[in-house]
């Protein structure tokens, strides 16, 4: 009997993957999540321009959207918590796991917490969504607070910081892929792929 043990295969690991892969729901939920970002994203830093009249739907439409990457991010990462996704491959230094990691774990905060700050800034503002504005135009959700003009305001500022921080959080997750794939040539990307 050998003393050493045989290697085993990431999972996923081929051809094509040679750092292995997601599994096939965590690729489902990163690539439905990106849409929703955009149109997310979009829809925040237009928002302000918008008219009164089609307003109050924009907002809901926005807060929809958010609440459903809200809901997506925390599949995720129950998913996570069932189905590990592989290890980052050895030959990635310390310093971009390090990097890797505090991008990956920023990105996840800011999915939990930006919906839920947008949620509840609008229930302070005195529009939770009901009626008109319900979540995606036809489920009501509960209302959890009287209009508080001061706590509404605080937490939009809070709900526009994290906003703006997305931008410099997506451009180094994107940035970070396309630096593995293009400059790196190694297999990083495609484990999403």
Do not use: C
């Amino acid at each position: 009997m050998s003393s050493t043990s045989a290697v085993q295969p990431l999972r996923g690991q081929d051809a094509m993957h040679p750092d292995g892969q997601y599994s096939a729901l965590a690729k489902l939920f990163h690539w439905v999540t990106v849409p929703l970002m955009g149109l997310a994203l979009a829809s925040g830093l237009v928002i302000r321009f918008i008219k009164d009249d089609p307003k109050m739907p924009f907002y809901a439409l926005h807060e929809s959207i958010g609440l459903l990457i809200l809901a997506l991010a925390v599949m995720r990462l129950a998913w996570r918590g069932i189905s590990r996704p592989p290890a980052l491959p050895d030959h990635l230094p310390a310093s971009m796991r390090a990097a890797a990691a505090g991008v990956h774990h920023a990105l996840y905060a800011a999915l939990i917490l930006q919906p839920l700050l947008g949620f509840f800034t609008t229930n302070a503002y005195g529009f939770p969504l009901q009626g008109a504005t319900a979540f995606l135009g036809f489920i009501d959700l509960p209302k959890f607070m009287e209009p508080w003009e001061g706590l509404a305001v605080a937490l939009h500022w809070a709900h526009s910081i994290i906003g703006w921080l997305f931008l410099p959080l997506l451009a180094a997750h994107i940035g970070g892929a396309i630096f593995h794939h293009a400059i790196r040539k190694d297999g990083t990307l495609m484990r999403m792929l």
